[in-house]
């Protein structure tokens, strides 16, 4: 039965692994956006956004069912954790004691390991909200779970606003000392259709991450002047990509974290992007201190996306709020350690707009 809250539908969307019911949610506000979120994973399944004719299509990639999402290896719009991104090896010394992860990806863990927060039923409730309709996920992630310490309590409440952006609000607390890096992981088309080589992309940062041939950040803060990183004006995505440089070619294209030029926590614009056939603008805010610029290199048709049709190389592009990757490892990186007593508080602004 399909239950209503204000401006949020539920409805049944399917049983997980372990028989739980997920459901799924439709948030819609005055001007006619719509997103759908389901808690399996705490996905982003549709955002329906008009075009500068006023015509609605849909800026995500993703699935039509649960069980594509069960079976995608791609993250498609989801809550990663407890740790987003790479961990070197699987492993980090904290306290003295040597953790040991599931190793996913290549040689290194990934987005929280082989079952992380994207794999799991979050419990759901509609809070009252003066900006718009409001969905607050929440999990309790167990001491040992995936090999990390500590219980961690998450929530993550998503709030269509009414200028027609998602602000995702992360919280998280601890009892033991632990690793914490969420985000979410939208791969954005905001043509709706073809690949993303067309977009341009501006991203506010002087240096990003170089990286290893495993994708793990080498310690250095490299200069994105005179490179094809450099996103500091607006450039279009397929532009460069191609490039003989050897950190493309690690990535296969886009697969690395730019720092970003803003103080500690504070909430700032950190990236735009524009397609020029819809005249969709989409702008990135968070408080975290990097983001991950992903152009979707490994999507290689074989995951079938909504409609039935194929998700193509490059077909959508990711840009990730969060602390470096590795960063447990790296004593020079922002550290992404939660102590109890502290709360974790993170958020992303995802909003769309339309321009001329």
Known sequence: MT?????????????????????????????GVQVRLTNYGGTLTSWMAPDRRGDFGDVVLGCDTLDGYRKAPAYFGCIVGRCANRIAKGRFTLNGVTRSLAVNNGPNSLHGGLRGFDKVVWRASAPDSPDG?????????KDGEEGFPGNLLVRARHTLTRDNALRIEFTATTDQDTVVNLTNHSYFNLAGKGDILNHSVQIHADQFTPVDSALIPTGELRPVAGTPFDFRKPALIGARIEEDDEQLKFGAGYDHNWVLNKPAGSLAVIARATEPMSGRVLEVLCT??????????????TITGKGGRPCQRR?????????????????????????PGEIYRQTIIFRISTEK
């Open 288 to 301: 975290q201190p990097g983001a991950q610029f992903y152009t979707g290199n490994f999507l290689d048709g």
């Open 133 to 141: 309709p409001a969905l607050e996920l929440s999990y309790l992630s």
């Open 3 to 31: 239950k209503s809250s204000g401006d949020i539908t539920k409805a049944a969307f399917g049983l997980a692994e372990d028989g739980a019911a997920v459901d799924i949610y439709t948030l819609r506000n005055a001007n």
């Open 315 to 339: 077909g959508g592009f990711c840009l990730e709020a969060q602390h470096f990757p590795d960063a447990i490892n790296h004593p020079s990186f922002p550290s992404p350690v939660l102590k």
